[in-house]
Every structure is written in C-alpha cells, then in structure tokens.
C-alpha cells in the first residue's frame, strides 16, 4: 500500500455509504428474489474540494498544494494502488459520523479518477479529488 494522502484540509467533502452486495433476479413468472454475496458493505465513494489552493507553494494556513494531490496520484500510480487517508481529510465532522465513514478500520482508498485542477488565478488552483473505498481482506 502507498503513502497516505497529503494531510490538506478539504473544503468540501461528498460521501456515500457502502452497500451490502447483492443481486436481484427476476423469474420467468414475475416473482422478484435477492440473494446476498457478503455481510460487509463495498462501494463507499468520497469526493474532496479544495478550493483556492497554491499550485506549488502554499497559501497563508492552507498546509499544501495542488502539486501535492498530483504527485500523490502519481506516486499511486494513477487508479490502480490504494492508500489511507489522514484524519485531516475528516476535520470538522461530527465524531460519530466520522466513525461511521472510516468503519471499519480496514478500509482503504484509492482515486476513482484523475484529479480536476481548476486554475483559478496565477498561482492558485481548485483540486477536486474522487476515491473508492475498498475493504481489506
């Protein structure tokens, strides 16, 4: 597994739960069944904002870059390896919530997607980041 993502307070975060995995199938006569895979849910998706963030140095309190997502996705080889976030990305969240998205603790990330950089002006960039929550066997 990588490194842990750089420890930037988002300014915005978008997360949804995992479901437990299952398929529906539907007779020849109608009648609808479910059949369950696991008992642990997959799927979590968790989107990250930062706006108004340096390029390659840092603005006043902000603690990172927008080089600094880029060379991390990177350094994961794009989509494909998987790393931990820091308690940072989860600052400002009610304790309990927090509990709820980072359960279990076996829970790696890793990118959904190639990050969004937004130039904004000279020197300052919005970065939007999508990962997938994956369990550890």
């Known amino acids: 597994m990588a490194s842990k993502f750089p420890a930037i307070r988002p300014t915005s ?3 949804t739960m995992g ?3 299952s398929k529906t199938y539907t007779s020849l006569s109608g009648a609808i069944f ?3 895979f696991g008992n642990r849910q997959t799927g979590y998706t968790l989107n990250l904002t ?3 963030i340096g390029d ?3 603005l006043r309190s902000l603690s990172g870059t927008a080089k600094q997502i ?3 996705y990177n350094s994961v080889d794009g989509t494909y390896d998987k790393f931990n976030l820091p308690d940072r990305m989860f600052a400002g969240m009610d304790d309990g919530l927090e509990t709820l998205i980072q359960a279990p603790s076996n829970i790696s990330w890793r990118y959904a997607a190639p990050p969004q950089v937004e130039s904004v002006k ?6 939007i980041v999508s990962f997938i929550g994956e369990l550890d066997a």
């Open 13 to 15: 975060r978008t997360f």
């Open 19 to 21: 479901d437990y995995p």
């Open 50 to 52: 930062f706006r108004n």
């Open 56 to 58: 390659t140095s840092e």
């Open 122 to 127: 000279t020197g300052v960039s919005t970065v």
């Open 70 to 72: 880029i060379d991390h």
């Open 34 to 36: 479910k059949r369950a």
